[in-house]
């Protein structure tokens, strides 16, 4: 809906908007003629406002608004894919190569890896030391205690993650 419904959303409110310019000028040129009173023109525009242009205009604007956040919501995603698909296919990467190849910061693709972890989508480890991501299959990181990277002993910090108490580095598990 990221694109149809911020369309949808546009012509809701631009109907509305018309249907009120109609209206008022329908309104008007009864009263000029005599055919309508100015109460009488106020309270048909303010009818064709409460009927029709408040929930045209209110459903139009809740669809741009919903509309907009769906296509952030799909980009975010297809940075994610991004990630993903460059760190499975290389089998590492530094994390400065992932910030420039999605054009984003490294706030970002860290937020991201951990989002992909937490989705059950993304098992290796990072050493945020040395900057570099790793993918390797889950098998082999639970059989080994020691940390990839210095050989030092691994504890679990959180859902899916193992943390190494001297480099720093982090394990991600797919449950």
Do not use: H
């Amino acid at each position: 809906m990221g694109g149809s419904g911020r369309v949808v959303g546009i012509i809701l409110i631009a109907i509305g908007l018309l249907a009120l310019v109609i209206t008022a000028a329908l309104m008007a040129s009864q009263v000029a003629s005599g055919e309508n009173t100015a109460s009488g023109a106020i309270l048909g525009v303010l009818l064709v406002f409460a009927a029709v242009v408040a929930p045209s205009v209110g459903v139009g604007a809740y669809l741009v608004v919903k509309g907009g956040q769906e296509k952030k919501q799909l980009a975010q995603v297809e940075q994610q894919r991004k990630l993903l698909n460059i760190v499975l296919t290389r089998g590492q990467a530094s994390i400065a190569d992932l910030v420039l190849e999605l054009n984003s910061t490294q706030a970002q693709v860290k937020e991201w890896i951990y989002d992909l972890v937490g989705k059950g989508l993304f098992s290796g480890y990072v050493n945020w030391d040395e900057g570099m991501v790793y993918s390797r299959q889950a098998s082999e990181l639970r059989a080994g205690k020691k940390c990839p990277s210095c050989g030092g002993e691994m504890a679990f910090a959180g859902k899916g993650v193992i943390r190494c108490q001297y480099c720093g580095s982090e394990i991600f598990l797919a449950t």
